[in-house]
């Protein structure tokens, strides 16, 4: 009995993972939804991949749209005027920008180094002008909520992992920090 609840309970964790993921996923959609006929996705059975084809195509459609230079400007006056007034827009898009890897300079791993040789595991936010930088040191498991703070930029080593796998790795409680760490050390030697 054991044996096989050690192996139905992962399974039913993901499930219900996938379950809460799809629910997201039509709750995203219904906006792009409600510009179609009030009818057209009555009938659904799979809410969930109608949601992810939705946001996919409109996705696609608003990148066409961004290539051309008016539409960019047009963009970027509105995302100045407006939704960079909204609380958590710019943190939601730099770390989108990092995971996407579309802004190098955005939410890098990296070590705040301690006096004892160790280091505390954090994401760049920024660096300032006067050789500060802006840290996020991390709660474990919740690898995107922690602390703020402002240290020297020199007692930053940054680490050669992406976003990806480092905010993996923090949320495992440090499980995978090592391969991080073993890549940098790696890339230093040659």
């Not at 990148?63 to 100045?80: A, D, P, T």
């Not at 923090?170 to 030697?189: I, K, P």
Request: negative net charge.
């Amino acid at each position: 009995m054991l044996g096989g609840f050690l192996v139905l309970f992962p399974l039913l964790l993901l499930f219900l993972a996938l379950s809460e993921i799809a629910g997201l996923l039509v709750s995203m959609a219904e906006p792009i939804a409600d510009l179609f006929p009030a009818d057209a996705f009555a009938k659904v059975s799979l809410p969930g991949v109608v949601a992810t084809v939705l946001i996919v195509v409109a996705s696609f459609a608003v990148g066409i749209l961004m290539k051309s230079s008016w539409m960019r400007g047009v963009g970027n006056s509105l995302e100045r005027s407006i939704l960079c007034r909204i609380p958590m827009y710019k943190m939601l898009k730099t770390i989108s920008a990092a995971f996407t890897n579309t802004d190098s300079t955005a939410f890098r791993p990296a070590l705040v180094k301690s006096h004892d040789g160790g280091g505390e595991p954090c994401y760049v936010a920024e660096v300032h002008d006067n050789g500060m930088a802006t840290v996020l040191l991390p709660w474990s498991p919740a690898s995107f909520a922690g602390s703020v703070r402002i240290v020297r930029a020199s007692d930053l080593q940054e680490l050669d992992c992406s976003l990806d796998e480092f905010s993996m790795a923090l949320s495992h409680m440090g499980v995978g920090v090592e391969s991080c760490l073993a890549r940098d050390r790696h890339s230093a030697q040659t």
